[in-house]
C-alpha cells in the first residue's frame, strides 16, 4: 500500500516510525513532514489543507491510503471531500467525517452529544453575543474557578481558568465582543471547574466498534512542577499508574462504549482515532474534551507501546473486521521528554542549527529521537517550531524511561534548548 501521511510533528514522525514497520507500507509520503519523518519516507511540500493539491498528489504517487495528523483537516471535511470524489473513493482515508469531527471542532456540540448519551463531564451552558448578558449573569452565581473556552478550534489556546467573576467577565468579554478567537469565540462554553488528574485515551474505532490503542499522561504547563504558562505538551509517560483494571473499566462502560454508540445512533461517520481528554475525580472519570486525532506528544509514546501493526489496523478499520484485531502492549514503560526552543510558548526563534543529531539513529537503542519542529537545510537540521525534538525512552519503569531520555538529550543541542527534567515527577 502506498501510504500519505499529513502533518509536520513528533506525532507525525512517531506515526511515520510505526507504518513503515508495517509489510502493509510499501512507500510512505509525509506532507509537509519533517527533518526526521524524511527518515522514512518522501516529504512533500504540500498544505494540509490544500485538499486540491492532496487529492493531485493522490492520483500521481498511487496512494492507496491516507492517514490526517492534526485537526484543522479533519474539521474542514477531508473525509468528506475524498468520499465525493469518484477519483478518490477507493482510498481509505483515516478520519471521521467533518459532521463527526465537530466533537473536536465545537466544545458546544460535544457537550450536546455528551448529554445525550449520559456521559460523566463538566456541567455547563453556552453563550453567544446574543445572550451575552445573560451570561455574565450565568458568571457572576458561577462557583470558583471558572472554565471558559472558546466553542471553535483556536490552536489549543481557547480554554482559559480564572479564579475571579471579574476576571472571568473580563475574558468572556475578550471572546465575545472582542472576538479574541476570530469566529471560534463567537459562541463560549461555560463550565465546572473539575479537580483531579488528567490522562488521555486513544481509541480506533470505525463508528461501529473500537479497540484502545494505549493511554497516556502529558505535561502541559512550560515550568517544572506543573508551574507557568500552558504549551502544546512539555513531555509524556505511559503507562499511567492510576490507570488500573477498575478505572479502566469506568473509562469503557461509562464513556468509551456511550461515545461508540452514540457515533452510530447518530449516524456520524468516523473511521479513525478518538483522543478521550479525561479527567480522574477522585476515581471517577469525566470527559474534559474529545478530539479526532491522536495527541502530540502522546503519540510519541503510545506508539512505542503499541505492538499491534498499526498499518493493519487502519485497514481492519475500512473492512469491517477492526473487532478481530489483537491489540498488544510493550510491557516496558515509555516516556518523552520535548525538547523547546527558548521561550516558547511566547515568542522564539527558529533556524537554529541542532548538534548530535548523528549520534542517535532512531530504533536502535531504548531510545528515539522524534523530531517535532525541523527542518533539513543543506546538509543541516534546524529548528523549525517551538517544540523541537521529543526524546522518547522505554524502561523498566517511568523513572528510567525518563532518565533515559534525559541521557539523550545532554548530547543534543542548539542555542537556547530547554526541557522539563521532571516528566513524570509524581510517579518516581
Ligand atoms: P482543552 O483545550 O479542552 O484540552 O482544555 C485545555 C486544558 O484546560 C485541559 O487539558 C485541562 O487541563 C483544562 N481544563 C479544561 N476543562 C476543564 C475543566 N472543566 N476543569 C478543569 N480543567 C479543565
Ligand atoms: N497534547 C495534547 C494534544 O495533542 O491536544
Redesign the pocket.
Known amino acids: 500500500m502506498n501510504i500519505l501521511l499529513l502533518g509536520s510533528g513528533g506525532r507525525e514522525h512517531a506515526l511515520a516510525w510505526k507504518m513503515v514497520k508495517s509489510h502493509h507500507c510499501d512507500k510512505l509520503f509525509i506532507a509537509p513532514g519533517n527533518a526526521g519523518t524524511a527518515e522514512f519516507g518522501t516529504n512533500l511540500d504540500l498544505s494540509v489543507n490544500d485538499f486540491e493539491a492532496i487529492k493531485n498528489t493522490c492520483l500521481e504517487q498511487k496512494i492507496n491510503m491516507l492517514v490526517v495528523g492534526p485537526e484543522e483537516p479533519l474539521v474542514k471535511g477531508i473525509y468528506d471531500f475524498f468520499q465525493k470524489d469518484p477519483q478518490l473513493q477507493n482510498i481509505i482515508v483515516v478520519a471521521p467525517s467533518a459532521e463527526a469531527a465537530q466533537l473536536e471542532g465545537s ?1 458546544a456540540f460535544s457537550k450536546k452529544f455528551m448529554q445525550r448519551h449520559n456521559i460523566p463531564t ?1 456541567g455547563y451552558a453556552e453563550f453567544t453575543s446574543e445572550n451575552f448578558e445573560e451570561g455574565k449573569k450565568y458568571i457572576a452565581q458561577h462557583s470558583l474557578p471558572i ?1 471558559l ?1 472558546a466553542d471553535g478550534l483556536a490552536a ?1 489556546k ?2 482559559v ?1 480564572v479564579n475571579t467573576h471579574e476576571e472571568a467577565i473580563q475574558v468572556f468579554e475578550e471572546m465575545i465582543i472582542h472576538k479574541q478567537f476570530g469566529e471560534a469565540s463567537s459562541k463560549v462554553v461555560i ?5 483531579g488528574i ?1 490522562v488521555s485515551v486513544f481509541a480506533l474505532t470505525d463508528g461501529e466498534v473500537y479497540q484502545i490503542i494505549g493511554h497516556a499522561k502529558d505535561y ?1 504547563r512550560i515550568g517544572e512542577g506543573d508551574t507557568g504558562l ?1 504549551t502544546g505538551g512539555m513531555g509524556c509517560v505511559s503507562p499511567v499508574p492510576f490507570m488500573d483494571t477498575l478505572f479502566m473499566q469506568k473509562v469503557e462502560e461509562r464513556i468509551i462504549k456511550p461515545t461508540i454508540n452514540g457515533l452510530y445512533k447518530e449516524e456520524l461517520s468516523y473511521h479513525g482515532f478518538v483522543f478521550f ?1 479525561l ?1 480522574n475525580v477522585k476515581g471517577e472519570p469525566f470527559v ?2 474529545y478530539n479526532c486525532r491522536m495527541g502530540d506528544p502522546e503519540t510519541e509514546v503510545v506508539m512505542p507501546l503499541l505492538q499491534t501493526d498499526l498499518v493493519a489496523l487502519f485497514a481492519a478499520m475500512d473492512n469491517g473486521t477492526l473487532i478481530d484485531a489483537n491489540i498488544s502492549f510493550d510491557q516496558r514503560s515509555c516516556a518523552t521528554v520535548m525538547a523547546v526552543s527558548g521561550g516558547y510558548p511566547g515568542e522564539y526563534r527558529k533556524n537554529l542549527r541542532i548538534s548530535g543529531l548523528a549520534d542517535w539513529r532512531i530504533d536502535n537503542s531504548d531510545s528515539m529521537v522524534f523530531h517535532a519542529g525541523t527542518k533539513q537545510v543543506d546538509d543541516v537540521v534546524v529548528t523549525n517550531g517551538g517544540r523541537v525534538l521529543a526524546v522518547t525512552s522505554y524502561g523498566n519503569d517511568l523513572g528510567e524511561a525518563v532518565a533515559k531520555s534525559k541521557k539523550v538529550l545532554q548530547k543534543i543541542s542548539f542555542e537556547g534548548m530547554y526541557y522539563r527534567s521532571d516528566i513524570g515527577y509524581e510517579f518516581a
Do not use: D, P, T
Not at 191 to 195: K, T, V
Open positions: 466544545k463538566a472554565v473556552k489549543g481557547g480554554v481558568i463550565e465546572e471547574f473539575l479537580q488528567e502541559k500552558n481528554g479527567m474534559i474534551e
